[in-house]
């Protein structure tokens, strides 16, 4: 990677959520299956597994994996990102590290670190910091 930042947007494309664990108070643990389609310095898809907790308030951490497959600049393969995230006023935002050595083929060596913000309509922008 010669950029030392990559940015762009993506996609939700599908959202599956599942409580397994609710309160009287309005709290409760779920799990996401989400799907999504990138655009910009990375292309292609990912699926990705968030545990979620929702506080009364409405507020939410959630934790999860996401499996990319496209490019990153040209280069081809997967890799795997490492969330940890929170939903507070309307607005989704996570950070996240490229999980060592779960890269393939171009993507094999890729490292790094980066973040997402929602903005709207399903949609987020994203950066990494490739390493």
């Not at 060592?100 to 060596?109: H, K, M, P, W, Y």
């Amino acid at each position: 990677m010669t950029q030392t930042q990559l940015i762009g947007t993506f996609q939700i494309t599908n959202w599956q959520e599942t409580p397994y664990s609710e309160s009287d108070t309005g709290a409760k643990q779920s799990l996401a299956i989400i799907s999504q389609q990138y655009s910009g310095d990375a292309e292609g898809t990912s699926e990705l597994r968030y545990l979620m907790s929702y506080q009364p308030d409405g507020t939410a951490q959630f934790v999860g994996f996401e499996t990319f497959t496209g490019t990153i600049n040209g280069q081809a393969g997967t890799l795997v990102l490492q969330h940890q995230g929170q939903f507070v006023a309307g607005v989704a935002s996570s950070t996240f590290s490229i999980v060592e050595g779960s890269g393939t083929s171009e993507l094999a060596t890729v490292k790094g670190e980066g973040s997402f913000t929602t903005v709207e309509h399903s949609q987020a922008n994203y950066q990494i910091s490739p390493s």
